[in-house]
């Protein structure tokens, strides 16, 4: 069992940039995932970024490619996401979610059994 709990969210106008950050009750073991989701009132959970800790291999969705890094430092037990050049669509709850056992960089809501509690970002044009 894992505990995450985020930080980072905020305002910011559409260009800029915020680094999230996800602080885990443990360290990640070796073949967990961690990722990054995010979410619209009355829509589905998007999964935006995703690591495998086995080897570091990243899955990031279109929409935020070439625009958001996530990464793990294993010292701290912090999961980071780091987004620059936001858009306003952008704007969401994001939430940080750990996976028991993986074989990749799972990106699918349900493959994630322990979430945080969530952090609004709002990105104004």
């Known amino acids: 069992q894992v505990q995450l709990v985020e930080s980072g969210g905020g305002s910011v106008q559409a260009g800029g940039s915020l680094r999230l950050s996800c602080a885990l009750s443990?360290?990640?073991?070796?073949?967990?995932?961690l990722g990054w989701f995010r979410q619209v009132l009355g829509k589905e959970r998007e999964g935006v970024a995703s690591i495998f800790t086995g080897d570091g291999r990243t899955y990031y969705a279109d929409s935020v490619k070439g625009r958001f890094t996530i990464s793990i430092d294993n010292a701290k037990n912090t999961v980071y996401l780091q987004m620059n050049n936001l858009k306003p669509e952008d704007t969401a709850i994001y939430y940080c979610?750990?996976?028991?056992?993986?074989?990749?960089?799972?990106?699918?809501?349900?493959?994630?059994?322990?979430w945080g509690q969530g952090t609004q970002v709002t990105v104004s044009s």
């Open positions: 979610a750990a996976a028991d056992w993986c074989t990749g960089p799972e990106i699918l809501a349900y493959q994630y059994r322990y």
């Open positions: 443990r360290r990640p073991y070796s073949r967990n995932c």
